[in-house]
């Protein structure tokens, strides 16, 4: 019997995978599903990083097809990202609507960063979030603190984003948020123009802008 087929943990598709890379496979995978996104900058993450850039792109690949998901390998930021494509993909994830107005602030901060500075990481805080969030959308109460510490919680698990409380911090406002490349990848946008468009879709009508009602005439 071969070693393939005696192993209940491991596809019969990929029998050319030796037996020392097979439990860091895994790993490397229920990375990917779980969270859709692999970061290896730190610690096993590194290792499991450079195994699937430098060994199993094509098996990873290969793999995620089916699931209507794309391999992004981003050398740069040391992540890979399953990427699931909307047109097709069964398993893309649902956000609610405060969550997805959360994540249009950040996408736009992402991108203002990216186009007008240089900085190799995009960091705020969340004092930062929730006054651009005010900013952003101007006739929307933002999401109370507990809701979006809930909310941004979330957006970690996804792998969009890092928090870092700093050790002279004092308040919870003053908690860093790093965005990762990811979030521009699950919200794509291809133009400001684009962004904007979805995100006034979220805008409630101004008042002073409302078109007036007309009275109704009495009829004799």
Same mark, same amino acid.
């Given at each position: /019997?071969?070693? %393939?087929?005696?192993?209940?943990?491991?596809?019969?598709?990929?029998?050319?995978?030796?037996?020392? &890379?097979?439990?860091?496979?895994? @790993? +490397?995978?229920?990375?990917?599903?779980?969270?859709? %996104?692999?970061?290896?900058?730190?610690?096993?993450?590194? *290792?499991?990083? =450079?195994?699937?850039?430098?060994?199993?792109?094509?098996?990873?690949?290969?793999?995620?097809?089916? !699931?209507? /998901?794309?391999?992004?390998? &981003?050398?740069?930021?040391?992540?890979?990202?399953?990427?699931?494509?909307?047109?097709?993909?069964?398993? !893309?994830? #649902?956000?609610?609507? &405060?969550?997805?107005?959360?994540?249009?602030?950040?996408?736009?901060?992402?991108?203002? #960063?990216?186009?007008?500075?240089?900085? *190799?990481?995009?960091?705020?805080?969340?004092?930062?979030?929730?006054?651009?969030?005010?900013?952003?959308?101007?006739?929307?109460?933002?999401?109370?603190? %507990?809701?979006?510490?809930?909310?941004?919680?979330? !957006?970690? =698990?996804?792998?969009?984003?890092? %928090?870092?409380?700093? &050790?002279?911090?004092? #308040?919870?406002?003053?908690? !860093?948020?790093? +965005?990762?490349?990811?979030?521009?990848?699950?919200?794509?946008? *291809?133009? +400001?123009?684009?962004?904007?468009? =979805?995100?006034?879709?979220? #805008?409630?009508?101004?008042?002073?802008?409302?078109?007036?009602?007309?009275?109704?005439?009495? @009829?004799?």
């Amino acid at each position: /019997m071969s070693e %393939t087929s005696s192993d209940p943990l491991w596809p019969g598709f990929w029998p050319d995978v030796p037996a020392e &890379d097979r439990a860091p496979l895994r @790993s +490397i995978l229920a990375e990917l599903l779980g969270h859709g %996104t692999l970061i290896g900058d730190t610690g096993a993450g590194r *290792d499991l990083f =450079r195994l699937a850039r430098d060994h199993y792109a094509a098996h990873l690949k290969d793999y995620l097809a089916p !699931l209507a /998901m794309d391999l992004i390998i &981003d050398d740069d930021a040391l992540l890979i990202q399953a990427r699931p494509r909307p047109e097709a993909c069964l398993l !893309l994830g #649902q956000f609610s609507k &405060d969550e997805t107005l959360v994540l249009l602030v950040l996408w736009r901060a992402w991108d203002d #960063q990216r186009s007008h500075q240089a900085a *190799d990481r995009v960091i705020l805080t969340i004092d930062d979030l929730w006054n651009q969030f005010r900013n952003t959308f101007d006739r929307i109460e933002p999401p109370q603190a %507990t809701h979006l510490e809930a909310i941004l919680a979330k !957006l970690k =698990r996804h792998r969009l984003i890092r %928090t870092h409380r700093p &050790d002279a911090a004092t #308040q919870p406002g003053e908690t !860093l948020v790093e +965005i990762l490349p990811s979030l521009a990848r699950t919200i794509p946008f *291809d133009s +400001i123009e684009a962004w904007t468009e =979805r995100k006034d879709l979220y #805008q409630p009508a101004d008042p002073e802008n409302a078109a007036p009602e007309t009275p109704e005439e009495d @009829s004799e």
